[in-house]
């Protein structure tokens, strides 16, 4: 039987649990990225975003899950739960908003196809590839933000839901050892690891802990199933509440109201919740997740609805409760037990999420706990800013066009050399726009004075030129005959990086994080460098090219943005440093290597 | 929730709780430290360029250009010190000596070039008395600073 569609049912509670999650998102986005500029103001936009994005959702992802066990351990995490599918769907559009733009920032505008790229860029031997479990994670996300709608649980039906539901713990896991895999790859903090490891922890025996309680709780009410089955004392069922017992395993709610006994399913048509937790407000059972009402005696949510569970049969006799354990069929009428009214009631507060007003002392603490997780969330948010490795300084002048004259070289990767005042020469390494070498636009022009129009990327002195294409043009421009110096052989350690994203099109250009990114670029034909630095942080930055000093991207793609040693021959030609050296004598560090 | 369902959840997260720190502990336990050089392929002061200027001798001057990078130069009658102090690196820097300390935005004919200054600190011979130090973008085709080398 299928079910209309029919658009959120807001409410008070409602709109003030989703004004408080912007608000806590968006303090967490600004504080992330605030704190990132101020430590590296020449940061990129889309790594601020792509990393703040990221921090926020898996922060989010742990309070989402920290949810549900709270919960079972403490009814008065309840508020926090009556909209808790809203808080999902935040999570995965921050998850998917990260996600896209990883994708373009990393996958796009390269030789081969962005999916392709995704699943087959950060291969290698000894690796593995960390972006996949991130889309994963996103897919199953996805499954559950798109089915999250009452629609989809009707239609569905509860079970099924549920379980489906259920992902979200294989979709943590995944985004956990992406964050293994890939940022702490890269960022080696110890602060970082002991929050990835503590929020984890957390959650995992958070759910454990609840599931114990649950088991304990089970084993101790577990009735065996016979005709009649002694319940306990009556006394033991307050007024206006329930007695949840266990028979034959599964969960059955006793309820006390109005001097009259019933007994009903524990379990919510809506989404399972336990009714038994709940309370007799109005008449009504209320169910204490999302306050789905039933009628004690016959099971039928009150008319215009629809939901019905199944009832049981119950007599009282003197002083103790029977049920028979047989459900009857769901909306079965079943006459009351009558019993003496009870003139205590249970002062325990329920919090109703589409009434008005939360109980007084309910509201204080849901402020409280409200008030205890923007302090935490922002907290966690403000370590990953503060730990994260230091970016390297380098710029990109997006969308500034500028002239340059030179001559132009081709091999073995573009250049520009441009002739200094007063002596010498600048070389300006050439590359297209997106993940593309500039061969194809140079090579007609090798050796020749040309004028070109592009985009400056540098960093510590190397300098890079973004090339629009079409803008290369011969011009009466000279240059002095290159000089060559040869420095002797040299042993060196550091990592392949691609010459663009390194410079300064992306921050960071290097390490595992960025890995894939490199493999695409220099696919493409992007100058790949071997970035060297000692431990005073003083960098070089060096062309490397075959031992006959030739371009060799096709044969390092494996070894990109990975601890090498190369062994090789050293030049200078102007103000570059090359590095000539055969890619098969290239030495990937092991961990433990002197 | 119903029984089957507590029961797949809880079985679930058992699961989880017994593979999820293993492979965290893999992946953290095979993660390797940045490659750190033993020695560049060599000292990024060239081989004909003089010692830098002892900390605390020399002329020590400040110098920017308007909301410009602020740096700073040390010289004595024969090598000049500059270092960069704050902002963003200019592409392409040139230092130049030039014998008069003229304004205006481009590079006087008669300006000496000095090397370029890719970071850090950069010393180099000073190639005569008083004149103007000054600091040239060639990939942006402009002055990004100048200041009068007054000598003690």
């Given at each position: 039987?299928?079910?209309?569609?029919?658009?959120?049912?807001?409410?008070?509670?409602?709109?003030i649990y989703d004004?408080?999650?912007?608000?806590?998102?968006?303090?967490?986005?600004?504080?992330?990225?605030?704190?990132?500029?101020?430590?590296?103001?020449?940061?990129?936009?889309?790594?601020?975003?792509?990393?703040?994005?990221?921090?926020s959702?898996?922060?989010?992802?742990?309070?989402?899950?920290?949810?549900?066990?709270?919960?079972?351990?403490?009814a008065?995490?309840?508020?926090?739960?009556y909209?808790?599918?809203?808080?999902?769907v935040?999570?995965?559009?921050?998850?998917?908003?990260?996600g896209?733009?990883?994708?373009v920032?990393?996958?796009?505008?390269g030789?081969?196809?962005?999916?392709?790229?995704?699943?087959?860029?950060?291969?290698?031997?000894?690796t593995?590839?960390?972006?996949?479990?991130?889309?994963?994670?996103?897919?199953?996300?996805?499954?559950?933000?798109?089915?999250?709608?009452?629609?989809?649980?009707?239609?569905?039906?509860?079970p099924?839901?549920?379980?489906?539901?259920?992902a979200?713990?294989?979709a943590?896991?995944?985004?956990?050892l992406?964050?293994?895999?890939?940022?702490?790859?890269?960022?080696?903090?110890?602060?970082l690891l002991?929050a990835?490891a503590?929020?984890?922890?957390?959650?995992?025996?958070?759910h454990?802990?609840?599931?114990?309680?649950?088991?304990?709780?089970?084993?101790?009410?577990?009735?065996a199933?016979?005709?009649?089955v002694?319940?306990?004392?009556?006394?033991?069922?307050?007024?206006?509440?329930?007695?949840?017992?266990?028979?034959?395993?599964?969960?059955?709610?006793?309820?006390?109201?109005?001097?009259?006994?019933?007994?009903?399913s524990?379990?919510?048509?809506?989404?399972?919740?336990?009714?038994?937790?709940?309370?007799?407000?109005?008449g009504?059972?209320?169910?204490?997740?999302?306050?789905?009402?039933?009628?004690?005696?016959?099971g039928?949510?009150?008319?215009p609805?629809?939901?019905?569970?199944?009832t049981?049969?119950?007599?009282?006799?003197?002083?103790?409760v029977?049920v028979?354990?047989?459900?009857?069929?769901?909306?079965t009428?079943?006459?009351?037990?009558h019993?003496?009214?009870?003139a205590?009631?249970?002062?325990?507060?329920?919090?109703?999420?589409?009434?008005p007003?939360?109980?007084?002392?309910?509201?204080r603490?849901?402020r409280?706990v409200v008030?205890?997780?923007?302090?935490?969330?922002?907290?966690?948010?403000?370590l990953?800013?503060?730990?994260?490795?230091?970016?390297?300084?380098?710029?990109?002048?997006?969308?500034?066009?500028?002239?340059?004259?030179?001559?132009?070289?081709?091999?073995?990767?573009?250049?520009?050399?441009?002739?200094?005042?007063?002596?010498?020469?600048?070389?300006?390494?050439?590359?297209?726009?997106?993940?593309?070498?500039?061969?194809?636009f140079?090579?007609?022009?090798?050796?020749?004075?040309?004028?070109?129009r592009?985009?400056?990327?540098?960093s510590?002195?190397?300098?890079?030129?973004?090339?629009?294409?079409?803008?290369?043009?011969?011009?009466?421009?000279?240059?002095?005959?290159?000089?060559?110096?040869?420095?002797?052989?040299?042993?060196?350690?550091?990592?392949?990086v691609?010459?663009?994203?390194?410079l300064?099109?992306?921050?960071?250009?290097?390490?595992?994080?960025?890995?894939?990114?490199?493999?695409?670029?220099?696919?493409?034909?992007?100058?790949?460098?071997?970035?060297?630095?000692?431990?005073?942080?003083?960098?070089?930055?060096?062309?490397?090219?075959?031992?006959?000093?030739?371009?060799v991207n096709?044969?390092?793609?494996?070894?990109?943005?990975?601890?090498?040693?190369?062994?090789?021959?050293?030049?200078?030609?102007?103000?570059?440093?090359?590095?000539?050296?055969?890619p098969a004598?290239?030495?990937?560090?092991?961990?433990?290597?002197? | 929730?119903?029984?089957?369902?507590?029961?797949r959840?809880?079985?679930?997260i058992?699961?989880?709780?017994?593979?999820?720190?293993i492979a965290?502990?893999?992946?953290i336990a095979?993660?390797?430290?940045?490659?750190?050089?033993?020695?560049?392929?060599?000292?990024?002061?060239p081989?004909?360029?003089?010692?830098?200027?002892?900390?605390?001798?020399?002329?020590?001057?400040?110098?920017?250009?308007a909301?410009g990078?602020?740096?700073?130069?040390?010289?004595?009658?024969?090598?000049?010190?500059?270092?960069?102090?704050?902002?963003?690196?200019?592409?392409?820097?040139?230092?130049?000596w030039?014998?008069?300390?003229?304004?205006?935005?481009?590079?006087?004919?008669?300006?000496?070039l000095?090397?370029?200054?890719?970071?850090?600190?950069?010393?180099?011979?000073?190639?005569?008395?008083g004149?103007?130090?000054?600091?040239?973008s060639?990939?942006?085709?402009?002055?990004?600073?100048?200041?009068?080398?007054?000598?003690?």
């Amino acid at each position: 039987m299928g079910h209309a569609y029919r658009a959120v049912g807001w409410n008070r509670q409602k709109r003030i649990y989703d004004t408080t999650l912007a608000l806590g998102v968006g303090l967490c986005i600004a504080l992330f990225m605030a704190l990132t500029f101020a430590a590296n103001p020449l940061v990129t936009a889309e790594t601020l975003l792509i990393r703040a994005l990221a921090a926020s959702a898996f922060v989010l992802l742990h309070v989402i899950l920290s949810i549900g066990p709270l919960c079972r351990l403490d009814a008065r995490f309840l508020p926090l739960l009556y909209n808790r599918r809203h808080l999902g769907v935040a999570m995965f559009v921050l998850a998917l908003a990260h996600g896209a733009l990883a994708f373009v920032q990393f996958h796009a505008l390269g030789v081969i196809s962005p999916l392709e790229s995704l699943f087959t860029s950060d291969g290698g031997p000894g690796t593995i590839p960390f972006q996949p479990l991130g889309a994963a994670a996103l897919a199953l996300l996805f499954l559950m933000a798109a089915t999250s709608h009452d629609f989809w649980l009707r239609n569905l039906t509860p079970p099924t839901w549920k379980a489906l539901h259920m992902a979200v713990y294989v979709a943590y896991a995944l985004v956990v050892l992406h964050v293994a895999f890939g940022f702490l790859q890269a960022n080696t903090s110890p602060y970082l690891l002991g929050a990835t490891a503590t929020g984890a922890l957390w959650l995992l025996g958070l759910h454990l802990v609840a599931a114990q309680r649950e088991r304990t709780t089970d084993r101790a009410e577990q009735l065996a199933r016979g005709e009649w089955v002694d319940v306990g004392e009556l006394a033991s069922i307050p007024d206006g509440r329930a007695k949840t017992v266990n028979v034959g395993g599964e969960r059955v709610a006793i309820f006390r109201y109005d001097g009259k006994v019933s007994a009903l399913s524990s379990v919510c048509r809506h989404q399972n919740g336990p009714l038994g937790e709940g309370r007799v407000v109005d008449g009504c059972v209320v169910c204490p997740w999302h306050g789905y009402q039933y009628k004690p005696h016959d099971g039928c949510s009150p008319a215009p609805f629809t939901e019905r569970v199944p009832t049981f049969r119950v007599r009282v006799e003197g002083a103790r409760v029977f049920v028979d354990p047989r459900p009857l069929p769901p909306g079965t009428a079943v006459e009351p037990a009558h019993v003496a009214a009870q003139a205590q009631h249970d002062e325990r507060e329920l919090y109703v999420g589409y009434l008005p007003q939360s109980p007084p002392r309910q509201a204080r603490f849901t402020r409280g706990v409200v008030l205890a997780l923007f302090a935490a969330c922002l907290a966690a948010v403000a370590l990953v800013a503060l730990e994260q490795a230091p970016l390297r300084p380098g710029q990109f002048e997006f969308g500034v066009v500028r002239e340059f004259r030179g001559v132009l070289a081709s091999t073995p990767h573009p250049h520009l050399r441009v002739r200094r005042p007063g002596g010498g020469v600048s070389t300006y390494l050439l590359v297209a726009p997106g993940k593309h070498g500039a061969d194809e636009f140079v090579r007609e022009f090798d050796g020749r004075g040309v004028s070109l129009r592009g985009s400056l990327v540098h960093s510590g002195g190397s300098t890079m030129v973004e090339l629009e294409p079409g803008s290369v043009a011969l011009a009466d421009v000279a240059a002095p005959a290159p000089e060559v110096v040869e420095l002797g052989r040299v042993t060196l350690r550091g990592e392949i990086v691609d010459s663009k994203c390194h410079l300064g099109v992306m921050t960071p250009g290097e390490r595992r994080t960025h890995r894939a990114c490199a493999q695409l670029c220099i696919r493409g034909g992007i100058p790949p460098l071997f970035w060297v630095e000692d431990e005073r942080g003083a960098v070089q930055r060096l062309l490397l090219v075959g031992a006959n000093g030739e371009a060799v991207n096709e044969r390092v793609l494996e070894l990109v943005g990975v601890p090498l040693e190369i062994d090789g021959a050293l030049e200078q030609h102007d103000d570059w440093l090359v590095l000539r050296a055969d890619p098969a004598g290239y030495r990937r560090i092991q961990k433990g290597d002197s | 929730m119903n029984t089957p369902l507590r029961r797949r959840h809880a079985a679930l997260i058992t699961a989880l709780a017994l593979v999820l720190p293993i492979a965290f502990a893999a992946a953290i336990a095979t993660r390797q430290a940045p490659a750190v050089a033993r020695e560049l392929a060599f000292e990024p002061r060239p081989a004909n360029s003089p010692e830098p200027l002892p900390a605390g001798q020399g002329a020590l001057a400040l110098f920017r250009r308007a909301d410009g990078p602020l740096w700073q130069t040390r010289h004595d009658a024969t090598r000049i010190t500059i270092a960069q102090l704050d902002g963003p690196e200019a592409p392409d820097l040139l230092a130049y000596w030039t014998p008069r300390d003229a304004s205006g935005d481009k590079l006087p004919p008669d300006a000496v070039l000095l090397g370029p200054l890719p970071g850090g600190e950069r010393t180099f011979a000073r190639p005569g008395a008083g004149g103007a130090l000054v600091l040239f973008s060639l990939a942006h085709g402009e002055i990004i600073a100048r200041t009068a080398l007054e000598v003690r």
